[in-house]
Every structure is written in structure tokens, then in C-alpha cells.
């Protein structure tokens, strides 16, 4: 279950990350549109919603809002890196 | 209209303001922050520490069964501690392989503490007969309490450096108002601006963390940082003992009835407190006035599946066994406090939760740490001449070399001590605090005659070579080697060598960064502003 | 002689916030402390309640001060929010000395 979680906060922060500008134009060379961005930023807090009601559903409250931090913070790291070695590859070619 | 020198200087803005006190309070106890929360760090494996560190204890595949540690520990105070008044057993768990307690000497001869402090063998109930040594506690207790110091003055330090770290967050997080927004922005290997992001992005990804890990450090320590409402309202001892209980099941020892009566077996009163908690959930057992009439047992719950500590207990009769009284409740206001305190030991979670936590603790160590590196780096590019800085900048380029670097020595050299040092020497434990400090006063006076560079570089990569040899060390000094531990399943020695060398790859890498990076030249600004252009297309 | 006169006056005010924030907001923590008692839920809860808030009146006392626009009003500050806490706190220590019953 924490497995799913953390999976679904990747998705989710990627989402977060990619409905910024800035990051559409360096992976993909060119901005979307606002529709676009605003659909993308509505998955990644959904995910991130979704994650947090599956960590509570199978933990109860404590264990369960403590592993879900945990989770989201390494899912952002995740997220960050691959945003890191994205913008290198990049930058190379 | 008033001379130019009488004339203010421009007032800076909020933002400036919050961005020059975070800056101050991170410089002013940086250093000290680092050393609390890489010894915070790696004490959340404390007992897996201490199981490295006594190697004659053998791998423990089955948690030895508490309630016979018990008795067979209280057996052996029993003829060691019979006047005693109070005895504090704590069980063997999955996590740690000895019994340890603690007991009061009515009498000390003099010159001697008045209390008893030992480790035990939870199978034979005997003290323990392996090599002298604090194990992994000796990072707990230095991460909040410091040593050679007064207990209460190093409690005192760790509670200012913990409000200091309050305050930078909150300022932080203030200045960079844009900062769940900017979080994903990084560029790399770009100088000052690096750094900054590097210490940015450490800084929010564990935000929720940090803040948490902070303010319950500083709750874990409260009646002694902020003692005056209980000053004000506990004012008879009846009052004070009612506050006590909402916080532990300690009990002060009662009176005695001076009646010789012999203690009633400690296993069965254990296993009540196992059928009600869980197998393997109980953390304690506290004996008072053994041997006596009036003597009482508490028996206390473990940190399992529990996100507090506030006290449940059950409180027996120590001499016909019978269960006087269960406490599991406190009231609302300590129930948080018990929720807080939990979360900064983080000892209620399962191995995957204590690594989550392993792992953005260490961030935040990260945090800490490029943040005073950032500090010089910014510094040296304003410097008239990077060549002669001036005192404060060389003091702090010194201090961040030894106590970056030179922590990771210190705490590795600590290890060597450990399987260095004879078995028989007497303080043993007390030899192995001091090598840790005397190895930390070498390197601090290395990076005093180095350069500064060349500190970084040499004691990165001391730190890196000792970090790899120490498994090999291991091997040579005990007969527990890597291959031999992955084949009996021991994943405690295994975990512990893969682990020195993981952390020698990371000491080894920021060796190769600090040989490979060139500090920045200083170009006239159009030329640097032209080529930032050309970077960023 | 007026150029060092000049160093010391520009420096008033930053020491003077931050005598504030170090020892002011301390106080203000330590006087939440005790006006927490003024809260009606028990001596031990209201106790453990004051040494929680503690730490967040201190900090916020400490940004409180850097945020002020000027020195004086930074102390300003510290000293208004002093007031109704010092009242409860002074009501709430004269309640316990003249009850002294059981706790709640």
C-alpha cells in the first residue's frame, strides 16, 4: 500500500511540476496551453489527495498522515532528480 | 534640513530583513546545528549501532523473551542492588539485543555516584561480559546534551541552537514567500546560484519535517526550558506527582514498611502487560522498594504501532502480584505533548518508516550543511581579494571545514576506537568519547594550517578511505565478516558494512566535486552578464 | 571620535531588536507560560498547554521583532502583547495561591 502511495505522489508531484512553463519548455521544447496546465496541475493535487486518503484508510490517522510526509518528501526528491538529469540531458544535446 | 551625516542609512525591506536574520541565526549556531542533527540522524539506528558496537553478542535471529529477561535480571539485582530502593529494568526489544537498569545506592561510598548503571545478558540475566562501551547511545545523548559539559548546560545549548533553527525556518520560508512555486527550479553546477537552490530545495522538501523535528525537540526538553507555569501551579507535592504522571510512569519510591518479603516473580507481570499490548510491547519494568512489604512493580508499555508516549502502565503489587491499577489515559492537553514527543523519537514506525525518516533527517542535515557552505561561496565573490579574505571569513571557512568534514572523521574514528581498543581497559567507554573528541580537535586543527581547499579535498577523502576500511577493520578485529553475515541472514552487520559504504561513495564524490570545482573568476560585469546570457538560452 | 560615536548609534536599534528577540521574546514565552494557567481545563493540562505555546509565542516574538519597521516599534510590540498576558497569568498564579484545593 505505502508502495501504491508513493507511486501515486510521483505521478502527482510530476504533474505539479510539469504544469509549470518553465518545465514544459525544458522537456518538451514548447509551452501548453493554459487548459492544458490547469488540467495538469488538477491531476497532481488530486493524486496527491488520493495518496493521502489511501496511507489514512490503511494506518489510521497518526501512522498514517506520518508515512504520507514521508512519502511526499521522497517523491519530491524523485520528481526533483529526474527534473535534474532531464535538464542536463538537454542541455548537452 | 539635516546634514548628509546625520541622514539613515536606507531601510531595508521585509524580505531583506527576514533573508539578514535568517543568515545570522543559521551562521551564529550552524555548526552545533550540523553536529545535532547528524547525531540525530544516525541515532534513529541507535540500536542497531550498539548491536555493531558489542560484536561478542551474537546475531539475535529470535528476540529473546522479555518477561524471562525480567526475572532473570531482577534475580541478579536481586543479589547485586538487595537494598537498593528503586530499580529501572528495560527490556530487550527486536531492535536491541541486551537488558539494561538502572538503580539507586542509598549509601554511596564516597566519591561514587549514587546509582547503578549496567547491561545485561537477557538470556542469562548476568552483566553483561563483552567490551565496555556506550554503543549507539553515545549519539543520542551527544545530539541533545553534548559532553564534558554539565548535563543541564548542554541541554540548555541544544534547546537555543533548537530555537535559533525555529527561527531560521520561519524567516526562511518568509523570504522565499515563492517557494512551493520555485521548488522545482534548479540549475546545476552554476556557482553561488547552485548552492542556493541545492539548499533551497533540501530546506522544502522536508519543510513539514524539519519544522516538526524542531519544535518536538524542543517539547521533549519543555519542563526545563519553560519550567514557571509548573513554578506557579504545582505547588504541593500531591500536585506534582499528578503532573508527573501525565508525563511518565515514574515513580518516586514510597515509604517502606521495613518488613522483609520476598518480590513476586516479575515474568508473570510482564506477560499481563504482553497480553495486553502485544508480544515484545513491553518497554520497562520498574521496581520499587524490592525485598519489602511495600514493594511495587510498574510495568510499562513499548513504542510499538503507538504514535505517543504518554505513560500506560500497570502498577502491581511487588509482593502478591496483584494488579493494583491500569493507567492508559492522560488528559488532552499531555496526550499532545505524548503525540509530539513520539514523533521526534520516531521509534513507533515499522523498518520502512525509521528509514523515511532516516532518509529526510539526513536531508536535513544536507540542509544545514550547504547552507554554511553557501555562505562562504557567496562571501568569497564579493571579497577585494580572494586571496587574503578577511578574519570572519576565514573563521568561518575553517569552522565549516571541521565540523562538516570533520564530523563524518570524528564519528567514523569513534567506530575504529571501538574495535581498536583493548577489551579490558578500564573506562573503556569513557576512552571511546574521548577518542571522538580527540580525533574531532585533529582535524579541526588540520584545516587550520591547510588550505582551505585543500582541506576540503584531503579530509573528504580521509573521511571516505576510513569509511571504506572500517567493514575490513571489522572483519580483521571480529569474526564477523560481510560474507559471513549476508550468508547467516544477519542483516544488521551486513546493512551496517553496505551502509560505511555507501557513505564512503558519498564522501568520496563531494571529494572529486571540491578537486573538480573552480572557484568563479572575477570578470568585469558586462563580460559575466553576457556569458550568464549565453548559459540560460 | 563622531565617526565611532556614529557606528555605535547606527548599531542601537539591531541591538536593541535583538536584545528584544533573545531575551523579550523568552520573557513573553515564559509569561504565556503562566497566563496559560488562566485556561479552565486542569492545573496539569493547563501546565503542559503553557510549555506548548511557549516556543511558538517565543518565535513568533523573534520574527515579530525583525518584522517591526522600526526598533521602538518592535519593543512597542513586545510590551502591548505583554500586557493581557501578564493580567492573566498574575490572575491565574492569585486563583492557585487562594484555592489550593484538589486538582481537578
Known amino acids: 500500500m505505502r508502495v501504491v502511495a508513493l507511486l501515486l505522489c510521483v505521478g502527482a508531484l510530476g504533474c505539479l511540476a510539469m504544469a509549470m512553463a518553465r518545465h514544459q519548455q525544458t522537456v518538451f521544447g514548447r509551452a501548453f496551453s493554459i487548459v492544458a496546465s490547469r488540467r495538469l496541475r488538477g491531476a497532481g493535487w488530486s493524486g496527491l489527495l488520493i495518496a493521502l486518503w489511501l496511507s489514512v484508510a490503511d494506518q489510521g490517522w497518526a501512522l498514517g498522515l506520518v508515512a504520507y510526509s514521508g512519502i511526499t518528501s521522497v517523491a519530491a526528491g524523485i520528481v526533483y532528480g529526474a527534473l535534474v538529469v532531464c535538464e542536463r540531458r538537454l542541455a548537452r544535446r | ?537 | 571620535m563622531s565617526a565611532a560615536l556614529e557606528r555605535v548609534r547606527r548599531a542601537g536599534p539591531v541591538a536593541a531588536r535583538i536584545v528584544g528577540a533573545v531575551f523579550g521574546g523568552y520573557a513573553l514565552g515564559a509569561l504565556a507560560s503562566v497566563a496559560a494557567l488562566a485556561l479552565p481545563i486542569g492545573a496539569p493540562q493547563a501546565v503542559i498547554a503553557g510549555m506548548l505555546a511557549s516556543f511558538v509565542v517565543y518565535a513568533c516574538a523573534v520574527i515579530g521583532v525583525f518584522l517591526a519597521r522600526s526598533a521602538t516599534r518592535a519593543w512597542a510590540g513586545l510590551l502591548i502583547v505583554a500586557v493581557p498576558l501578564a493580567l492573566a497569568a498574575w490572575s491565574a498564579t492569585a486563583a492557585m495561591q487562594s484555592a489550593g484545593g484538589p486538582l481537578r
Open chain 2, 1 to 537: 534640513m539635516k546634514p548628509a551625516a546625520n541622514a539613515k542609512p536606507p531601510r531595508r525591506g521585509v524580505r531583506q530583513r527576514m533573508s539578514d536574520l535568517h543568515t545570522w541565526a543559521g551562521l551564529l549556531v550552524g555548526w552545533i546545528l550540523y553536529a545535532m542533527f547528524l547525531t540525530g540522524t544516525v541515532s534513529y539506528f541507535k540500536d542497531e549501532i550498539s548491536q555493531w558496537m558489542r560484536p561478542e553478542l551474537a546475531y539475535q535471529r529470535v528476540m529473546p523473551d522479555p518477561a524471562t529477561a525480567a526475572q532473570r535480571v531482577a534475580a541478579t539485582l536481586g543479589a547485586v542492588a538487595a537494598d537498593s530502593p528503586q530499580w529501572l529494568i528495560t527490556l530487550p526489544t527486536t531492535r536491541s539485543n541486551v537488558a539494561s537498569a538502572f538503580w539507586r545506592v542509598p549509601h554511596p561510598q564516597p566519591g561514587k555516584l549514587p546509582y547503578g548503571l549496567a547491561t545485561f545478558d537477557p538470556s542469562t540475566g548476568e552483566k553483561l561480559a563483552v567490551r565496555d562501551t556506550l554503543g549507539g547511545e553515545f549519539f543520542l545523548r551527544f545530539h541533545y546534551q553534548f559532553y564534558y559539559l554539565p548535563a543541564v548546560w548542554g541541554r540548555w545549548l541544544a534547546g537555543a541552537c533548537a530555537m535559533f533553527m525555529v527561527v531560521a525556518i520561519v524567516s526562511g520560508v518568509i523570504t522565499h514567500k515563492k517557494i512551493f512555486v520555485d521548488f522545482f527550479t534548479f540549475r546545476w553546477g552554476k556557482g553561488q546560484r547552485s548552492w542556493l537552490d541545492a539548499h533551497n530545495a533540501l530546506s522544502v522538501f522536508g519543510l513539514p519535517f524539519h519544522l516538526m523535528i524542531t519544535y518536538t525537540g524542543l517539547v521533549t526538553l519543555m519542563t526545563l526550558y519553560m519550567p514557571w507555569g509548573a513554578h506557579a501551579a504545582l505547588t504541593t507535592p500531591a500536585r506534582q506527582h499528578a503532573f508527573d504522571l501525565q508525563l511518565s510512569s515514574f515513580m518516586p519510591p514510597g515509604a517502606r514498611a521495613d518488613v522483609p518479603a520476598a518480590l513476586a516473580p516479575v515474568d508473570a507481570m510482564v506477560r499481563v502487560g504482553e497480553a495486553r499490548w502485544g508480544r515484545g510491547n513491553v518497554a520497562s519494568v520498574l521496581v520499587t522498594n524490592p525485598g519489602d512489604a511495600q514493594a511495587r512493580v510498574v510495568v510499562t508499555r513499548g513504542a510499538v504501532a503507538r504514535v505517543s508516549t504518554s505513560p500506560q502502565y500497570l502498577l502491581f503489587d511487588g509482593v502478591s502480584g496483584r494488579l493494583l491499577d491500569v493507567r492508559e489515559r492522560v488528559g488532552a492537553a499531555a496526550q499532545t505533548r505524548g503525540v509530539l514527543y513520539a514523533l521526534h523519537m520516531g521509534r513507533f514506525g515499522d523498518l520502512t518508516l525509521r528509514w523515511l525518516y532516516f532518509v529526510v533527517s539526513l536531508a536535513g542535515t544536507a540542509m544545514v550543511g550547504t547552507g554554511l557552505v553557501m555562505w562562504t561561496v557567496k562571501r568569497r565573490q564579493k571579497l577585494p581579494d580572494p586571496e587574503r579574505p578577511h578574519f570572519g571569513f576565514r573563521v568561518v571557512e575553517r569552522l565549516n571545514i571541521a565540523s562538516i568534514a570533520g564530523l563524518s572523521i570524528a564519528m567514523t574514528g569513534f567506530l575504529w576506537g571501538n574495535r581498536l581498543l583493548p577489551a579490558a581497559v578500564a573506562g573503556r567507554a569513557r576512552i571511546e568519547v574521548d577518542v571522538f573528541f580527540a580525533v574531532w580537535v585533529g582535524v579541526l586543527l588540520y584545516a587550520l594550517v591547510r588550505p582551505a581547499r585543500r582541506a576540503w579535498i584531503e579530509l573528504l577523502g580521509l573521511a571516505a578511505a576510513l569509511l571504506a576500511l572500517l567493514p575490513v577493520l571489522n572483519a580483521l578485529t571480529t569474526g564477523r565478516p560481510f560474507w559471513r553475515s549476508v550468508a547467516a541472514g544477519d542483516w544488521v552487520y551486513a546493512g551496517f558494512d553496505l551502509m560505511m559504504w555507501a557513505l564512503a561513495a558519498l564522501h568520496a564524490a563531494l571529494a572529486l566535486r571540491a578537486a573538480r570545482h573552480r572557484p568563479r573568476e572575477r570578470i568585469a560585469d558586462g563580460r559575466r552578464a553576457r556569458a550568464l546570457r549565453v548559459e540560460d538560452a
